[in-house]
């Protein structure tokens, strides 16, 4: 059964750092590219980050690009998202998606909060 | 990139009635590869993960009840209730997958 699990989430001053985990399960990990995607409380989906099987390539939301960086470790099976100079506009539900075309697996998501 | 417009934003249905949503993109989702369409359909209900209804535009993903349907091509899409029941109460959402991901902004479906 594939499973993904998030971990990391919690409370952050502005200009803070954060360090997401994505625990995965049940599946090849390094043959599937991954996808970090968030959710604002009350608002809609919003893909964040992509790292492909062997986090060689790398790709980003406008939004996060050189604020968040997205990798991997295979012989862990997990996924990371490392998150600097936070702001409000952050505070986000975070889910980890297995790609596969369409995300068919997510995780259940880690709350991020920033704020004073 | 790729900009996906929804809608409505929500829309109210009476149980056994058909609910329809609309998702337009803002450039063609046709994969030259397989000649299908990178557009998926998502339910998300609170507090819960997205969950996969239709993948490729019009196939239902395992376990998803046949009154859900897809269907388009291009850059016009169509996600059918046939027979809203209440279980179905839940924002739905389409994406592509043809360049990075991107999301519709959702559309509310409740009960009239």
């Known amino acids: 059964e594939v499973q993904l699990v998030e971990s990391g989430g919690g409370l952050v001053q502005p200009g803070g750092s954060l360090t997401l985990s994505c625990a995965a399960s049940?599946?090849?990990?390094?043959?599937?590219?991954m996808h970090w995607v968030r959710q604002a409380p009350g608002k809609g989906l919003v893909w964040v980050s992509r790292?492909?099987?062997?986090?060689?390539?790398?790709s980003y939301a406008d939004s996060v690009k050189g604020r968040f960086t997205i990798s991997r470790d295979n012989a862990k099976n997990t996924l990371y998202l490392q998150m600097n100079s936070l702001g409000a506009e952050d505070t986000a539900v975070y889910y980890c998606?297995?790609?596969?075309?369409?995300?068919?697996?997510w995780g259940q998501g880690t709350l991020v909060t920033v704020s004073s | 990139d790729i900009v996906m417009t929804q809608s409505p934003d929500s829309l109210a249905v009476s149980l056994g009635e058909r609910a329809t949503i609309n998702c337009k993109s803002s450039?063609?989702?046709?994969?030259?590869?397989?000649?299908?369409?990178?557009l998926a359909w998502y339910q998300q209900k609170p507090g819960q993960p997205p969950k996969l209804l239709i993948y490729?535009?019009?196939t239902r993903e395992s376990g998803v009840p046949d009154r859900f349907n897809g269907s388009g091509s291009g850059t016009d899409f169509t996600l059918t209730i046939s027979s809203l029941q209440a279980e179905d109460v839940a924002v739905y959402y389409c994406?592509?997958?043809?360049?990075?991901?991107?999301f519709g902004g959702g559309t509310k479906v409740e009960i009239k």
């Open positions: 049940g599946f090849t990990f390094s043959n599937y590219w």
């Open positions: 450039q063609s989702v046709l994969y030259s590869s397989n000649n299908k369409n990178s």
């Open positions: 490729w535009a019009s």
């Open positions: 994406q592509q997958y043809y360049s990075t991901l991107t």
């Open positions: 998606a297995r790609d596969g075309g369409a995300a068919r697996y």
């Open positions: 790292i492909n099987g062997d986090g060689t390539s790398t």
